[in-house]
């Protein structure tokens, strides 16, 4: 099933993959009006806060360039952003100059390199931390052409901080067989969730590396949705069009969630079980009608901080349908337009990378996947930054083979006075 839900937005995972602040209280009366967002602190070296705020502006900067996307107007939307932020971080690692400048600045990442590594390796451990009561996890590799000569420099920070190892493959003499190796790994690390995340053709004989993340999440409701009670009813997708879905329904006294409204709005935290790992939720934005543009205009770090202040832990009657969404992207345009073009040019500088600047990012690819039913939730997502040796930059050394009919001329160089001209048609010849 891929329904289309342009009724309903979720934050399903952002909590978790955007690390958005949580916020939910027990006192009755709190509305959206009278709560103020979070004073900023000062952030010191290591703690992923500045990081993950970047991570959740980034998350709300690409949302609204696809859904303002016409190719992909009426179509269900769903990422990991920091999946994406992940292996453009490392992908940054080895940039320079304007290139650098503009990756940093479109992920909204620290420009200071400690605390932009200690954020990234703060926020993995923790998502990798464990939990008795779900599985989540997150990976990075590094997948090198094998005669190809990278900085020692650059694969320690991608292998220190990113834990990204690096594995050689042989890209020139069997680009499939390596397209199909890291498929292979993002299949492992998804539970077969993510398929076939290199497309056909994606790597050739120019590819010099692949960055990949993977991350994976499965975890059940802290208040689980009976079966018996999931009806067939419409949902609406359209001012004049329904469709038929499974709808869960929650309405008894234990109902309690972290709920509040606006005048446009209805919020609705559903939690997922956790013992000592990370407290992980689904944030449910409703508009009142069937337009999305009260819950698009949500969608900023300041506002979405505010909102999940305001939420009240209350009862609830819900009514939520069961659903799976299957994605996937070629994010290279998207993020040129979002701010970083010159990496996927000839102009790139990812010089950090091996020494020299013959080297360009060639595609970004993103898969993703969420299954959400009376239990719980399992989402994944995976993405690949294909680096290539471009074709445009070669020796640049001009080559003047006389082996056609020329004219040429002996001149006086001081004053530019012809002394002879003429033209070779046959050398042979008298």
């Known amino acids: 099933m891929n329904r289309i839900l342009p009724g309903l937005l979720l934050l399903a995972g952002l909590i978790a993959f955007g690390c958005i602040t949580a916020g939910c ?52 939307i769903f990422f990991s952003p920091y999946s994406i932020s992940s292996a453009l971080a490392i992908t940054g690692e080895g940039a320079r100059g304007t290139t650098a400048d503009e990756i940093r600045a479109t992920l909204h990442l620290p420009a200071d390199d400690t605390l932009r590594r200690e954020g990234f390796a703060a926020i993995d451990a923790g998502l990798n931390s464990g939990d008795e009561n779900y599985t989540l996890r997150t990976a990075n590799a590094l997948w090198a052409e094998k005669t190809y000569t990278f900085l020692p420099e650059y694969v320690d920070v991608a292998r220190d901080w990113y834990s990204a190892d690096a594995k050689n493959l042989d890209f020139i003499g069997n680009p499939e067989g390596s397209r199909a190796t890291i498929n292979r790994w993002v299949e492992e690390k998804t539970e077969d969730r993510i398929r076939d995340l290199l497309p056909a053709g994606s790597i050739d004989s120019m590819t010099r590396l692949v960055i990949t993340n993977a ?46 409204e606006t005048d446009t709005l209805q919020v609705l935290e559903m939690p997922y079980a956790h013992e000592s790992g990370s407290e992980l939720a689904m944030l449910a934005l409703l508009p009142k009608d069937d337009d999305l543009t009260a819950a698009g205009d949500a ?52 010089s950090g990378m ?43 050394t001009p080559v003047f083979r006389a082996d056609h009919p020329f004219v040429f001329l002996i001149i006086e160089k001081d004053s530019g006075t012809i002394l002879f001209i003429g033209t070779v048609v046959d050398p042979v010849g008298s």
């Open 25 to 76: 209280i027990d006192t009755p009366g709190a509305t959206s009006e009278n709560v103020t967002p979070p004073t900023g602190e000062e952030t010191p070296a290591g703690d992923p806060g500045d990081l993950a705020a970047g991570n959740t502006r980034f998350a709300f900067d690409l949302y609204s360039q696809l859904a303002n996307d016409p190719k992909y107007a009426g179509k269900n």
């Open 215 to 260: 991350i994976y999440f499965k975890g059940t409701w802290v208040k689980q949705f009976d079966p018996k009670e999931t009806q067939e009813e419409e949902f609406r997708v359209g001012a004049e069009k329904t469709v038929t879905v499974p709808m869960m329904h929650r309405m008894d006294e234990d109902a309690i969630y972290c709920y509040n």
């Open 299 to 350: 969608l900023d770090p300041e506002a979405i901080a505010v909102i999940r202040q305001s939420l009240v832990e209350q009862r609830v009657k819900v009514s939520f349908p069961k659903f799976t969404l299957n994605t996937e992207y070629s994010l290279p345009g998207t993020l040129a337009a979002m701010g970083m073009p010159t990496a996927f040019t000839d102009a790139a500088d990812l």
């Open 354 to 396: 091996d020494g020299t600047q013959d080297l360009f990012i060639s595609g970004v690819v993103h898969k993703a996947f969420v299954d959400v039913n009376e239990e719980g939730t399992e989402a994944a997502a995976a993405t690949g930054v294909i680096v290539n040796l471009t074709s445009a930059r070669p020796d640049t």
